[in-house]
């Protein structure tokens, strides 16, 4: 006999038991530290810490680890432990300006001043395996060091008016996106806040679909900056700035072309990208879709996936879309006995109109076939009725 | 001296929200509200429990009367923000009904987002069910439900019907007297006083 | 550390429980939140757990049901979060419950007064798969322009003699606003209609609420000569008996003969000879 099934609650707890043997592997192994993860795999902390929006490199890699190497569920760690976090205020504005550099570099000239810094980069190894134990490196001391404020190179520039201005202090105070929904059409400080924690993968691919033609931007790296950069807060009751500590940013501004229009003289736009921690790819993709976005604002004809702001902010993120990707595994068995049932019966009449004579009335094919579960009445067309309205709200509107 | 606020803020702030999200779901019936904070004047204990259950500093309320000490309590408990206008607030509290503004002062939202429109809370003098009663219908409401709101102004009900011809636009109201509240959404219909 | 409880902090609840009360003041209507990550992933209740966790108090008796079952893992799992950071106590019952949080079906027990029934939502735009842009549905809201579906509906007749819509079927709420039901079956529609409990939905992806008041008017979208129908069928529930209940069909052997049985786990125990002796 047929026995509903039973012991969900049992299940899931074996499940949990296999996961965390899992998870560690072989137990002569030694246990991975979290200090390894965070030294030794840093770039992975950084991208968690990004995307996750927590700067906080030991619980990064506490997600990490607990995530056994999958990045998307360790960012979903840290932000479902970041959402209970009490808030106790906002810092000022980043200054990147004053960011203590250690890389730096511009497609646009072939020196700047303050100079091209490569600092730690994979850009120029050989991408060969290389199998000998890592053995400790020494590192040769420049002869000078970096100077401590190196100009940006969009500010050399703009001194030359060939760029847009965007006058510090202009923009409106930002939304909390964590903490308030995104609506439509969304401001560029929104948008930007979005990109910043957005999946970096899925900016890549709309970053890269901006070079081959979908919503063409003549990109040039302006200036890629990582270093650190001073976190000031102003608390109310204090009424002057303290400065809490430092954290690593990356920051890209891409100069654009552009020519002019809406009174505007032609002059180099601008793309911009921030993230947390090491994340250059990740910037750079940023501020190639930044750009795109701005597709209305400098009335650039839009018809490229990347310059859709509600198509790429409502799927940048890897925790709603992996998630609701994945809800398909759970049952569905409800909606898909109603659809099993409909197809029965649409499958039925299609096989009883095949054999009919074209003259027959439709209520006559819409008998389900003796194997339907459910049987619906299908009836001639019906009365379509108006839409209503548009004028009414036209005159409310007004 | 600061009056203090709900003893147990999260249990406390739970069980007035469930009776207020059944006072906004069943209009026009009283309901009483289970925890009543100390509160200074003028603003009614039951009034009180409303605007520390549902305020905080995203929220800003408009105070039709701002006595300091009013305000220095709500801004200590709840730390909310003032609305200097009507038409800004969130929520707005009426201590006296019969000077109160005409209710198309404060915000009905927008068509795309009616949401964004004012929670108006009015101290009443009481509820009765026969003398000058009301009857009401409309969502949440089976048949018809009769109430008298006693202490409104004059005029109070032919400004919400006026107001009700611009659905899903409107203001939401909350009627509080003693340990009662009464709910009545944008939705409810006047019938007859 | 520990959690606040039911988890969310109290500035988090107060955004939910103002934004519910502006739900339930604007049938059908979809109030804007500011959804939070939880625990669980987004698509799989998340929108569903932050109304409970906003209406939840230590006297609730919390029931939670997936595709009409309280055994799914699912289910068990967020019954099991709320037992964790709540401590509520919790139930397979639907008569002994206050709240009853549920993903795709409503209780063929009837509900009462003092019920709330919390619905997991996946998609609240009755429109998206209409109209993808959220500023358009929004407008089209605004304007009660709901052409769009009755042409999906009428095209629907004209390809295939039925509307082709077996699930999430869309309904007009106070004949205002149209609304998705969840992924309901469309058998479930007419418990919308005037029920005694209030109904609130959660969309925690899509950020956004919805409410059906208590003894609101809730239509099934249809035309005059095609009136709405529910789903019936031929068989009867083989475990208790039920002719008037949704069934899952069930496939119990190699040579793929079916079974059906109640969908609603509980009321089929209930009615089930072993269960009344």
Known sequence: MYVAVKGGEQAIARSLELLAEARRGDTAVPELELKQIREQLRLGVARVMQEGSLYDEELAALAMRQ?????????????????????????????????????????????????????????????????????????????????????RVLDLLDAEALIERIEPGSDPEPIDLTREPLTFPADRATRLQNLSRGDEGFLLGMAYSTQRGYAESHPFAGEIRMGEVDVVVCPEELGFAIEIGSITLTECQMINQFHGGNGVPPQFTRGYGLCMGEGERKAMSMALVDRALRCDELAESSYAPAQNQEFVLSHSDSVEASGFVQHLKLPHYVDFQAELSLLR?????????????????????????????????????????????REQFEAVKT | MMLSAFANPVFDSQRNFRELLQAMARPAAPRELPVLPPSPAPIAPAAMAILLTLCDATTSVWLQQPQPTAVDHLRFHAGLKLAERPEDADFALITDPTSMPPLDAFARGDLRYPDRSASVIVQVAGFGASHGA????????????????????????????????QLPLGVDLYFVAAHQVVGLPRTTRWLEG | MTYNFAFLDEDTKRMLRRALLKAVAIPGYQVPFGSREMPLPYGWGTGGIQVTAALLGPDDVLKVIDQGADDTTN????????????????????????????????????????????????????????????????????????GLMHVKLYEDIAQYGHIATSYDYPVLVDGRYLTSPSPIPKFDNPKLHQSPALMLFGAGREKRLYAIPPYT?????????????????????????????????????????????????????????????
């Open chain 1, 345 to 389: 019966t649409l499958a039925a009449q299609h096989a009883a109109h095949l054999q009919t004579p074209p003259s027959a009335s439709p209520q006559e094919d819409g008998k389900a076939g003796p194997d339907a579960a459910c049987s619906q009445e299908p009836d001639p067309t019906p009365t379509l009725p108006c839409a209503q309205g």
């Open chain 2, 134 to 165: 009301g009857k009401f219908s409309g969502p949440g409401i089976r048949d018809v439900e009769t109430l008298a709101i006693e202490g409104l102004p004059h005029g109070f009900w032919q400004q919400r019907a006026e107001l009700a011809s």
């Open chain 1, 67 to 151: 995530a056994a190497g999958d990045m998307l569920e360790a960012i979903f760690l840290l932000r479902a432990y970041r959402t209970t976090l009490p808030r106790f205020g906002y810092t000022q504005p980043l200054n990147t300006s004053a960011m203590r550099v250690r890389r730096r570099v511009s497609g646009t000239f072939k020196d700047i001043p303050g100079g091209q810094v490569l600092g730690p980069t994979y850009d120029y190894t050989q991408r060969l395996l290389d199998f000998e134990t890592t053995s400790p490196v020494e590192v040769s001391l420049a002869d000078a060091p970096l100077p401590s404020n190196v100009p």
């Open chain 3, 217 to 277: 008017e809730v239509e099934s979208l249809a035309f005059d000569d095609h009136p709405f129908e529910i789903q019936r069928w031929e068989h009867q529930c083989e475990l208790c008996g039920s002719g008037e209940s949704y069934l899952d069909e069930v496939i119990v052997d190699d040579r793929g003969t079916r079974m059906f049985v109640c969908s609603d786990t509980d009321f089929c125990g209930q009615r089930r000879p072993e269960a009344r002796a």
């Open chain 3, 75 to 146: 289910a068990v799992n967020i019954r099991r979060f709320f037992a964790r950071v709540a401590g509520v106590a919790t139930t397979e019952h639907t008569v002994d419950a206050t709240i009853i949080q549920t993903r795709h079906r409503i209780p063929e027990t009837s509900l009462r007064e003092d019920q709330v029934l919390v619905f997991q939502v996946p998609e609240p735009e009755p429109l998206r798969t209409l109209e993808p842009r959220e500023a358009e549905t929004r407008t089209l809201h605004a304007l009660a322009d709901y």
